[in-house]
Structure formats: structure tokens, C-alpha cells
């Protein structure tokens, strides 16, 4: 995940162009044979997003504006949502810089309290590396106090794009990616064991994936794991998400320590969608009342920001359909 873009020049050229060979951006809808972008549930930027449904709401979370450190907005029937006006992290921990809060992560706890995971650019290594705050509230105001980051592996690039999962026996992880590509190297979905409380880590981290298929160019990250029947299927982003070859994808395994099995092609994407969903990515998973949704970004026509779009799903053979 990253900061939004005011503008993406060439992007925005090559998704508006109706023939796109030769541009550098990936690829992009015919404006001549594609329809209308989506709408999107919530048309500001709000990137990134991570969802908690507590009780009839759903609570959204994303990656920071110039106003506010985490966006955060709620639903009552994933059509309609109200963006909050307040920050939900206004204070940044010690160890963190403003201006970098990407791709925030929530989890509910056992104690009843509310966990969220969040990336921050770390003062004393300059990578960006996961830290986790706490609220009573599910909208906050989380907070953390910690002087150092949860996860900051800066031989590796640093660590983004937090979420927590869990095993049929109930033991949680805590699902991220090194920032490898920050710095030449592999990036790496990983899992590692976090305590009840949510506030460390008590195992090593697992390897699951890493960029290895054509489409998804040189990385690969946003990661969420959710169980479906008896399978566990890992949702992520892969590409450049500054324009249209952002796509989603998914892989299957029987433990949620894997080994996984990719499928071939993106879960959604650019061309995938024909043109509905530009550059779609940074997906969550949530269940509310009863149905399966994705939520997950993508950008606006002119690719200056990335709305935010909630969509149910169906599932075929083992793996999460968005509706059209």
C-alpha cells in the first residue's frame, strides 16, 4: 500500500486513451468499449481499507489524509456510509513520523477491547514498519505509547499492511509484508503467532508467498486470511497500485501456515472487471448479516484518488466472487 496520488500523469493519459499500446501504466479500460467505472459506497479517497463489524455496524478504516492520521467510516447496511470527521489515531507513538499511516488493520479482543494495526514510517530505521494502538471504542481514539514498532524487519525492507486472522483452534496471527521492494528485494507475505492480548508477538514469522506470476509484477502485499469450508484463502494485492495494473488476487491452503496454492489469474482487476474497477486493490473481507463482502479501493476516472467500494461476494470453488 501507499500514500494517494494528487496526480498520476501517465496513468491517468493511458486510462482515458481509448487505444492503450505503448503506454507505461498497464492496462486500462477502451473508452470505447468499457462501461462506466463503478460507484463507489464511499467517493473520497479512502484507500487501504480495513473493516470490523461490531454488533449491525461496520466500521472502515484507511490509510491517512493531510486532516488525519486514520480514516474512519461506518455503515449500517454497506450501502450507505458516513465518514467521521474525527482522527481515529490523532496521536502518533514516539517511534513513528507523521504523515505515512497506511493501511490500517482492526481486531476485536478477546478482553473486549479493540486492536488496530497500522503502518508507520519509523524515525530511527526510515522504513515503514507496523505498530498496534488500543481503544474501548471501535471508532476510537486508538492509542499506543510504545517506543519502538510491533514489526520492523529493516534488513528486509521494513513491514507494511497489517491484518489479524485466525486458526480452527482460535491461536491469532498477525499477516503482513515486507517492504521489499522499497529496496531491490523479494517481497514476502508473512504469518506470526500474536499473544491474546494483541500487544506482541510470541512466535517467528511463516513465509507464505511471494511475487511470482506475471501479473503481479514485482510485489506483492495487502494480505487478509480468512477460512472458507475447510480452506483458508489469502487474499492480496499485487502491481503498481498507481495505476490500472493494481489486481487482486488469491491463493488456497488447508493450514493457515500453508503451503498455498495461487490461482492463475487475479481475483479482480482492470481488465478483469472490463473496465469497472480501475486498479482495484487493498481488499478486506468481512461477514455482516449473514453475507460475505469485499471491500477494497480503486481509483477514480481521472486517477487523482481511490474510493472505496463494498461489494457482496459468492463463493465458487473456494474462492470469493465479487458480484458485478
Not at 467510516?73 to 450507505?80: F, G, H, Q, R, Y
Not at 488500543?134 to 505509547?145: H, I, L, M, N, Q
Not at 448479516?289 to 481521472?302: N, Q, T, V
Request: aromatic share 8%.
Amino acid at each position: 500500500m501507499r500514500l494517494p496520488r494528487l496526480a498520476v500523469a501517465v496513468a491517468t493519459v493511458c486510462a482515458l486513451a481509448a487505444g492503450l499500446a505503448g503506454c507505461s501504466a498497464g492496462p486500462g479500460p477502451s473508452a470505447e468499449s468499457s462501461p462506466a467505472i463503478a460507484p463507489f459506497q464511499i467517493d473520497s479517497d479512502f484507500p487501504d481499507p480495513g473493516a470490523l463489524v461490531v454488533g449491525d455496524r461496520v466500521y472502515a478504516y484507511a490509510t491517512n489524509t493531510p486532516a488525519v492520521n486514520v480514516q474512519v467510516a461506518t455503515s449500517d447496511d454497506m450501502k450507505t456510509w458516513t465518514l467521521s470527521d474525527e482522527d481515529a489515531m490523532p496521536q502518533l507513538p514516539p517511534w513513528a513520523l507523521p504523515g505515512k499511516m497506511w493501511a490500517p488493520g482492526p481486531a476485536e479482543l478477546p478482553d473486549g477491547r479493540f486492536a488496530l494495526y497500522f503502518t508507520a514510517s519509523d524515525a530511527a530505521s526510515r522504513h515503514q514498519c507496523i505498530g498496534v494502538a488500543f481503544s474501548d471504542r471501535p471508532e476510537g481514539p486508538f492509542t499506543s505509547t510504545a517506543d519502538k514498532p510491533l514489526v520492523c524487519p529493516a534488513d528486509e525492507g521494513g513491514a507494511i499492511d497489517a491484518s489479524v486472522t485466525a486458526d480452527a483452534d482460535g491461536q491469532r496471527y498477525l499477516v503482513w509484508k515486507n517492504d521489499g521492494n522499497c529496496c531491490g528485494l523479494d517481497t514476502w507475505i508473512h504469518a506470526q503467532p500474536l499473544s491474546a492480548d494483541g500487544a506482541s508477538l510470541t512466535g517467528e514469522p511463516t513465509r507464505l508467498i511471494k511475487q511470482t506470476q506475471s501479473w503481479e509484477g514485482h510485489l506483492v502485499e495487502a494480505p487478509i486470511i480468512v477460512r472458507h469450508d475447510d480452506e483458508y484463502v489469502l487474499l492480496y494485492s499485487a502491481n503498481d497500485y498507481g495505476d490500472s495494473s493494481y489486481a487482486t488476487g488469491a491463493a488456497t491452503a488447508k493450514s493457515l501456515l500453508g503451503p498455498y496454492t495461487k490461482a492463475k489469474t487475479p481475483l479482480l482487476s482492470t481488465a478483469g472487471s472490463h473496465g469497472r474497477y480501475l486498479g482495484p486493490g487493498g481488499e478486506d473481507l468481512v461477514t455482516f448479516r449473514g453475507k460475505d463482502w469485499l471491500l477494497f479501493h480503486s481509483w477514480d476516472e481521472a486517477f487523482a484518488y481511490r474510493g472505496m467500494h463494498a461489494v457482496p461476494v459468492t463463493w465458487r470453488d473456494g474462492l470469493p466472487e465479487p458480484s458485478s
